[in-house]
């Protein structure tokens, strides 16, 4: 199995990224999907959750009405769009599958069954 985190980059703030995570090895639709990010110096945080189906989404409330989540089981492939980033979005963002957690567990545990290597995010102000 392999999770494989692109799009990410520097960007000025107010500006715009779209990330991806592309699977392979397993069917995505079975798993609930996440990102988390881990900036300098920091602990991981969640960041966002969308369920097997996308009919259950849910969002750390720093990012709130800027990121949004989607996913393409067709493409076995996650998407995070970012918009209005800040500096303080500067970190590496990692993309992970659980087949038995809901959203509602992501926020609380990060023991996930698989973890991609991450992409850089660099916001400038």
């Known amino acids: 199995v392999q999770l494989v985190e692109s799009g990410g980059g520097l960007v000025q703030a107010g500006g715009s990224l779209r990330l991806s995570c592309a699977a392979s090895?397993?069917?995505?639709?079975?798993?609930?999907m996440g990102w988390f990010r881990q900036a300098p110096g920091k602990e991981r945080e969640f960041v966002a959750a969308i369920s097997r189906g996308s009919g259950f989404i849910r969002y750390v409330d720093s990012v709130k009405g800027r990121f949004t989540i989607s996913r393409s089981n067709a493409k076995n492939t996650v998407y995070l769009q970012m918009n209005s980033v800040k500096p303080e979005d500067t970190a590496v963002y990692y993309c992970?599958?659980?087949?038995?957690?809901?959203?509602?567990?992501?926020?609380?545990?990060?023991?996930?069954?698989?973890w991609g290597k991450g992409t850089l995010v660099t916001v400038s102000s």
């Open positions: 992970a599958a659980d087949r038995s957690k809901g959203v509602d567990d992501l926020p609380r545990s990060y023991d996930m069954d698989y």
């Open positions: 090895g397993l069917t995505l639709n079975n798993y609930v």
